[in-house]
């Protein structure tokens, strides 16, 4: 049976015996939302389980004009012995599991001292019975500092790739690193301090604060773990309205940031000539990895638009991932000029996005669920080939990382029309130039003869 837990590792044993105890229902609580997940799942549908195989999509959208709950984020759409559809509430659905979930909650809470967290804990045991998460989102930003982090409910929506609109379980426990959660910070805060002039015309969400939290993760259940984020940003980016009065706060998960490296840096060492390789050391591609996967999530503080999910519809995490790229090295540029990076760290930076970008082009060959991060990687991939900043050699390929610059600088300006005031039907037709398995093409062979010579030592 197919599973989302992912375990990183023992709840450490320098806790005091309370705070063992508060992790240890934490992750039994987020290990029961893998199977409310499992039940959401669906590969084989763009709308996974979310919707009746058999309805169409105006079906759909007819029925929610009279029926607006066919559309909200907490429902099952199915249909009824009358053959209409209708809205069934995640609390109904799930209400067993969601409340044996609660009770664990309630349960890790008379564990917790930090009274912020405490409090947090108890109100998400009565979020998750109601579906709303106002309450308990407000108290978890609040709680940026606590040793514990958890998160646990429906919130992402890439499963639905058919309205963007159904949100999936998942959850998380991890132990705050504090010395890398005060670097990034520190980071985080120069890289969003500048000013940004946004198109006119468009409905700017301005964030008043973004916070950031390092953790060593323990556990992943439900969509995180199916996806294994390197990083989190909530509330979820379709909370407008919450985001603009409180802000955020995202999360990097160290275990997860460093299995990906160890495959983007397989695609480094495969894919780029000897020549560029001997600039870099593993080390240093491993904190350039780093950077560039907090930049990536604070990017997206820096391009909330109200109307953009209303707008773009299903296409929105197209966007909403590939911009957050670009403006993770366009955004590189000011920090050039404040001295935060050096010209090789900035090479450093841009060599791993660019091999993520082949990482998720290749994932995308077998999972078609991490589109929203494969579409934007190949948009990327394609200009840099097009503008001559990756050049194929006989050795590999070689990187210009002035031309790359000016790419992603154009590239920003593409992006950001769509996300800012771009409509539906143009960004349906935009999306359709994305060949992701003819942009692979390029990169294939490279990783095709390491497998090949891989089995022959076999």
């Known amino acids: 049976m197919e599973s989302s837990i992912l375990k990183f590792g023992h709840i450490p044993e320098v806790l005091s015996d309370k705070e063992r105890g508060l992790v240890s229902y934490l992750m039994q609580a987020v290990e029961a939302t893998d199977d409310l997940y499992q039940r959401q799942k669906n590969s084989a549908l763009p709308g996974a389980n979310f919707y009746p195989p058999d309805a169409s999509k105006k079906e759909i959208e007819q029925a929610a004009k009279k029926n607006p709950a066919i559309l909200d984020p907490y429902t099952f759409v199915e249909r009824a012995a009358n053959g209409k559809l209708i809205a069934t509430p995640y609390v109904k659905k799930f209400e067993k599991e969601l409340t044996r979930i609660s009770n664990l909650l309630k349960e890790a809470a008379e564990y917790a001292d930090d009274l912020t967290f405490r409090a947090y804990i108890r109100a998400r045991a009565e979020d998750l019975l109601r579906e709303t998460y106002d309450e308990s989102n407000l108290l978890w ?187 993770s090295i366009k955004g590189c540029g000011p920090l050039l000029l404040q001295g935060v990076f050096t010209e090789w760290q900035l090479e450093a930076l841009l060599l791993m996005n660019i091999c993520e970008s082949i990482y998720f082009c290749k994932r995308y060959m077998d999972a078609s ?59 349906k037709v935009f999306l359709r130039r994305a060949k992701t398995k003819k942009t692979f093409a390029h990169f294939a062979p490279y990783i095709e003869d390491k497998r090949q010579e891989e089995y022959a030592l076999v």
Do not use: C
């Not at 259940?221 to 603009?244: C, M, R, T, W």
């Not at 780029?272 to 001997?278: A, D, I, K, L």
């Not at 590999?396 to 590239?411: H, K, N, T």
């Open 141 to 327: 930003v609040k709680s940026g500092n606590a040793k514990v982090g958890f998160v646990l409910g429906a919130f992402d929506r890439y499963l639905d790739q058919l309205f963007f609109r159904k949100r999936a379980y998942m959850g998380w426990v991890g132990i705050l690193d504090e010395p890398r959660t005060r670097e990034m910070a520190e980071f985080t805060k120069a890289f969003l301090s500048g000013d940004r002039k946004h198109l006119p015309g468009a409905k700017n969400a301005q964030v008043p604060q973004a916070r950031i939290r390092v953790e060593d993760t323990l556990v992943f259940a439900g969509l995180i773990g199916d996806f294994s984020f390197v990083g989190s940003s909530l509330p979820s980016f379709a909370d407008a309205e919450f985001i603009k009065r409180y802000g955020t706060m995202f999360t990097m998960f160290k275990p997860s940031l460093a299995n990906r490296f160890e495959s983007i840096f397989e695609i480094f060492r495969t894919v780029f000539s000897q020549e560029v390789q001997n600039r870099y050391s593993k080390e240093s591609l491993r904190h350039a990895f780093l950077y560039i996967s907090v930049l990536h999530e604070a990017s997206h503080n820096l391009m909330r638009y109200e109307d953009a999910v209303t707008r773009l519809q299903e296409f929105f995490p197209y966007f909403d991932e590939g911009y957050a790229d670009i403006l």
């Open 369 to 427: 669920q991490v589109g929203p991060y494969a579409i934007g990687s190949t948009m990327s991939l394609d200009f840099l080939l097009q503008g001559k900043a990756l050049i194929h050699t006989k050795n590999g390929f070689e990187i210009d990382a002035y031309r790359a610059f000016v790419v992603f600088d154009q590239l920003s300006h593409i992006f950001e029309y769509y996300i800012a005031i771009g409509t539906y039907n143009e960004a």
